[in-house]
């Protein structure tokens, strides 16, 4: 059994940067990869991005190319989401997930493949 437990949403104004942390207890850190998903408003669950077990290797939605960088510590069990050029479409509850699967590029995307889930936090863009 994995926890998961984000931090570092708030209010931010667009253009600006945030950087989420998601800390996990219960399991072996460095054994698996980390995603992270976002939900708006009335809609459906995103795949923002995902990093290796290692670290060496990170994926992203295009949507976030290039302005959101995913990066971990499995000496303090954490993973990062650094946020910069934010938008309000960027508006969200942020979740970070564990996955245990290989990174598998057809089904990285696909929130069914990940095996614990957080239980979110809120990030705001003011426009």
């Known amino acids: 059994q994995v926890q998961l437990v984000e931090s570092g949403g708030k209010l931010v104004q667009a253009g600006g940067s945030l950087r989420l942390s998601c800390a996990a207890s219960?399991?072996?850190?460095?054994?698996?990869?980390m995603g992270w998903f976002r939900q708006a408003p009335g809609k459906e669950r995103e795949f923002v991005g995902v990093i290796s077990w290692s670290g060496v290797t990170a994926y992203y939605a295009d949507s976030v190319k290039g302005r959101f960088t995913i990066s971990r510590d499995n000496a303090k069990n954490t993973v990062y989401l650094q946020m910069n050029s934010l938008k309000p479409e960027d508006t969200a509850v942020y979740y970070c997930a564990v996955r245990f699967a290989a990174l598998v590029i057809p089904t990285i995307s696909r929130g069914d493949s990940y095996d614990y889930w957080g239980q979110g936090t809120q990030v705001t863009v003011s426009s």
């Open positions: 219960g399991g072996t850190f460095s054994n698996y990869a």
